[in-house]
């Protein structure tokens, strides 16, 4: 059955956190829609070689539009948790209270500090973020993906075959 899922991306993102999990979940008969804080602007990846043109500003969506959420890593998420209205925030607390899966990987699971709702969830994460997630409530992990009810975390790039994997298995 085919899940959409919103993916939120401002500059600056892991190039490869976006272009191996979409990848995947586009094979797998999913639809992938970008959102950002402007429609049809573009947001270039850390490697600058990445172009992705944003589909949907946040303004345009609710959580209830979509079956799942992927966050990518690099300073996207930190840019993204900069919007003064906390839209993005409020974007991901929905998905975390309604149960809908979270794909969050590296820096990623800042946005999900943002939602106030880790207190005793199991998660991973880049190191740096680690005492983040610990302050927000969150048990922290050093494994290649953790799964805790609908949050799959991964920490690096080197982890995306699992992440992809766990991902995926948590929208059949």
């Given at each position: 059955?085919?899940?959409?899922?919103?993916?939120?991306?401002?500059?600056?993102f892991?190039?490869?956190?976006?272009?191996?999990?979409?990848?995947?979940?586009?094979?797998?008969?999913?639809?992938v829609t970008?959102?950002?804080?402007?429609?049809?602007?573009i947001?270039?990846?850390?490697?600058?070689?990445?172009?992705?043109?944003?589909d949907k500003?946040?303004?345009?969506?609710k959580?209830?539009?979509?079956?799942?959420?992927?966050i990518?890593g690099?300073?996207?998420?930190?840019?993204?948790?900069?919007?003064?209205?906390?839209?993005?925030g409020?974007?991901t607390?929905?998905?975390v209270?309604?149960?809908k899966?979270?794909?969050?990987?590296?820096?990623?699971?800042?946005?999900l500090?943002?939602?106030?709702?880790?207190?005793?969830?199991?998660?991973?994460?880049y190191?740096?973020v680690?005492?983040d997630?610990?302050?927000a409530?969150a048990?922290?992990?050093?494994?290649?993906?953790v799964?805790?009810?609908?949050?799959?975390?991964?920490?690096?790039?080197?982890?995306?075959?699992?992440?992809?994997?766990?991902?995926?298995?948590?929208?059949?």
């Open positions: 059955m085919t899940k959409k899922i919103a993916v939120v991306l401002d500059n600056l892991e190039d490869v956190e976006f272009t191996s999990p979409v990848e995947a979940y586009k094979q797998a008969g999913h639809e970008v959102i950002g804080k402007e429609a049809g602007s947001v270039k990846g850390k490697k600058e070689n990445t172009e992705i043109t944003i500003a946040i303004s345009e969506v959580p209830e539009d979509f079956d799942a959420l992927l990518p690099g300073f996207s998420p930190d840019l993204l948790r900069g919007d003064e209205a906390g839209r993005f409020t974007f607390k929905g998905f209270e309604n149960e899966p979270v794909f969050a990987i590296c820096h990623g699971p800042q946005l500090i943002d939602t106030d709702l880790l207190k005793g969830k199991k998660m991973t994460s190191l740096s680690r005492k997630l610990e302050n409530g048990t922290v992990v050093d494994e290649s993906v799964v805790d009810s609908n949050i799959v975390t991964s920490r690096t790039p080197d982890d995306l075959e699992d992440f992809n994997r766990e991902s995926l298995a948590l929208l059949q």
